[in-house]
């Protein structure tokens, strides 16, 4: 069926850096963008990144932009996210998500894993 | 603090009709489609609505879509249960070269 399931996630010190990983099976992970979006504990939804189906494209948030970065290996059906110079307020669940080309929605989300940025 | 603004609540009694509002600009909702999001507690978002009014195959048409000019709603005909959860508006915004989501409705059935 078709899955997406996040690793990675963790306490980290501020500053530190963390990588993501997000692992797709049951489809054609290499013609889908992706996306990550994260969830600040009894926040909303935060947008965070997009890459195109095959890595030429990228987009960041402002909130990220410089520290955090989106990736894929198309070989591994894995998406990622490297997050570096970590800071209190990057910690939230992190999902990852795929967008239907035909149109633009969020159909298949992970069920998250948990980034905590504490000394 | 959202560029698109959605009240932080609403609710209504089982049967009865409740509607969400998300209200943004030109670079947003004037501009691009709108998607809508529902989150059950504890539980990874859901897509409930794409290009402003369209369902996803499995999502009931209690649940329905419209925009007009930079604002969009959610109607939610029929109330059950179940519709307790959090409710989140979505766009592309141009000027942020990036998807933004509203600040999220809670939904409670009385």
């Known amino acids: 069926q078709v899955q997406l399931v996040e690793s990675g996630g963790g306490v980290v010190q501020p500053g530190r850096s963390l990588r993501l990983s997000c692992a797709a099976s049951?489809?054609?992970?290499?013609?889908?963008?992706m996306h990550w979006v994260r969830q600040a504990p009894g926040k909303g939804l935060e947008w965070v990144a997009v890459?195109?189906?095959?890595?030429?494209?990228?987009y960041h948030a402002d909130s990220v932009k410089g520290r955090i970065t989106i990736s894929r290996d198309n070989s591994k059906n894995t998406l990622y996210l490297q997050m570096n110079s970590l800071r209190a307020e990057d910690t939230a669940v992190y999902y990852c998500?795929?967008?239907?080309?035909?149109?633009?929605?969020?159909?298949?989300w992970g069920q998250g894993t948990t980034v905590t940025v504490s000394s | 603090q959202s560029v698109m603004t959605q009240p932080p609540s609403a609710s209504g009694t089982p049967g009865q009709r409740v509607t969400i509002s998300c209200s943004g600009s030109?670079?947003?909702?004037?501009?691009?489609?709108v998607y809508w999001y529902q989150q059950l507690p504890g539980t990874a978002p859901k897509l409930l609505i794409y290009?402003?009014?369209k369902r996803p195959s499995g999502v009931p048409d209690r649940f329905s879509g419209s925009k007009s000019g930079t604002s969009a709603s959610l109607a939610i005909s029929g109330l059950r249960s179940e519709d307790e959860a959090d409710y989140y508006c979505?766009?592309?915004?141009?000027?942020?070269?990036?998807?933004?989501f509203g600040g999220g409705t809670k939904v409670t059935v009385l």
């Open positions: 290009k402003n009014n």
């Open positions: 979505a766009a592309w915004d141009d000027s942020l070269s990036g998807r933004v």
């Open positions: 890459i195109s189906y095959d890595g030429s494209e990228k």
């Open positions: 030109s670079s947003n909702i004037g501009t691009f489609y």
């Open positions: 049951g489809f054609t992970f290499n013609t889908y963008p």
């Open positions: 998500a795929r967008e239907m080309t035909d149109h633009g929605g969020l159909d298949v």
